[in-house]
């Protein structure tokens, strides 16, 4: 079965960048919709932004311009680059994966998730 595991979180201070990663494996379909998704404590967890098999991409208006998700398929790898990043990103951001050849909308519901990494902007 699908495997994610996120990387790359931590702690930093308003204004700077963390990137984010996501290792795949066990992938059983040809064509994933794969998204980054984040929970705050106290609020319901939000897709961030997602990428479809083709590579287009969408991103909750929050984070547009600050944030680029990518993929590289040669090492089922996804991405996240969180520029600007203010106090308000901070959550868990979690990696996942719906099998999917089609869009890849920000309300995806995932079959596939990772455990989570911690991001905290003071």
């Known amino acids: 079965h699908v495997q994610l595991v996120e990387s790359g979180g931590g702690s930093v201070q308003a204004g700077g960048s963390l990137r984010l990663s996501c290792a795949a494996s066990g992938y059983t379909y040809s064509a994933y919709c794969m998204a980054w998704f984040r929970q705050a404590p106290g609020k319901a967890r939000e897709g961030v932004a997602t990428i479809n098999s083709d590579g287009s991409t969408v991103y909750a208006d929050s984070v547009k311009d600050r944030y680029t998700i990518s993929k590289d398929n040669a090492k089922n790898n996804l991405y996240l680059q969180m520029n600007s990043l203010k106090p308000e990103d901070t959550a868990m951001y979690y990696c996942?994966?719906?099998?999917?050849?089609?869009?890849?909308?920000?309300?995806?519901?995932?079959?596939?998730w990772g455990q989570g990494t911690q991001v905290t902007v003071s």
């Open positions: 996942a994966a719906q099998p999917s050849w089609g869009q890849c909308p920000l309300d995806v519901k995932p079959g596939y």
